[in-house]
């Protein structure tokens, strides 16, 4: 089975403190993605990278940054936390063929709180 | 902006019941259609992906797109406690999961 972990399930930062989220897949996936899930908003694409060193913005990148240095692994940076950042944090991964590409799986969540 | 609207509920169901979960997307490229399940405190699951008209069924799971009304649906045949989650929709008007826009989700609940 396809495992992405994620390193945190929970934190608790302040504002204004930089955030590392750490995710990483050991399925050799070429596509990575960070969403964020809020109550009644589903779930919304902050970041994806199709390759070592890509990244493309997603929907709601404001207030993020990511990196990848290495394929398996996609890092989420929250440069200055802030309150509205507070919520639940998914990493995910596809593979890069027609027939795998857009069937996601997702790491168990990084629960966030920014006070 | 592409949207993906369903039914917050709560809905709830006896067990035993088939359970119907409802999706309507407004973007008429969309090609791919998902639906993910998702427990409390867990993360997305997919259940069953349709491209075409018409039904898929797997298992107990059963998912029926109509393209022209822009609309998916999923039946639960003989809905269990086990199936208590809330049910995500998505769709892509590529085949890429880069352009998945997500639903807010269903909650389900089935009653023992």
């Known amino acids: 089975d396809v495992k992405v972990t994620q390193s945190s399930r929970y934190l608790v930062k302040r504002t204004g403190e930089k955030v590392f989220l750490e995710c990483v897949q050991d399925m050799d996936h070429e596509n990575m993605f960070w969403y964020r899930q809020d109550p009644g908003l589903g779930l919304r694409l902050i970041y994806f990278s199709y390759d070592v060193k890509m990244k493309e913005k997603g929907d709601i990148p404001e207030g993020y940054s990511v990196s990848r240095e290495k394929k398996e692994r996609f890092s989420l940076i929250l440069e200055s936390a802030s309150t509205n950042q507070t919520s639940m944090y998914l990493c995910?991964?596809?593979?890069?063929?027609?027939?795998?590409?857009?069937?996601?799986?997702f790491g168990a969540g990084s629960r966030l709180t920014v006070l | 902006q592409k949207e993906v609207e369903q039914n917050s509920g709560p809905l709830s169901v006896p067990e035993g019941a088939i359970a119907s979960l409802n999706c309507t997307y407004s973007d008429r490229g969309s090609q791919s259609f998902f639906w993910y399940r998702q427990y409390s405190g867990k993360s997305p699951e997919l259940i069953m992906f349709?491209?075409?008209?018409g039904d898929k069924e797997d298992g107990r799971f059963t998912a029926q797109l109509n393209k022209a009304s822009q609309y998916v649906s999923l039946l639960i045949r003989d809905s269990q406690p086990s199936d208590s989650a809330t049910y995500l929709c998505a769709d892509t008007d590529t085949g890429s999961a880069r352009q998945l826009t997500f639903g807010s989700g269903t909650q389900l609940t089935v009653l023992p």
């Open positions: 349709i491209y075409s008209n």
């Open positions: 995910a991964s596809t593979a890069g063929t027609a027939s795998g590409a857009n069937v996601l799986t």
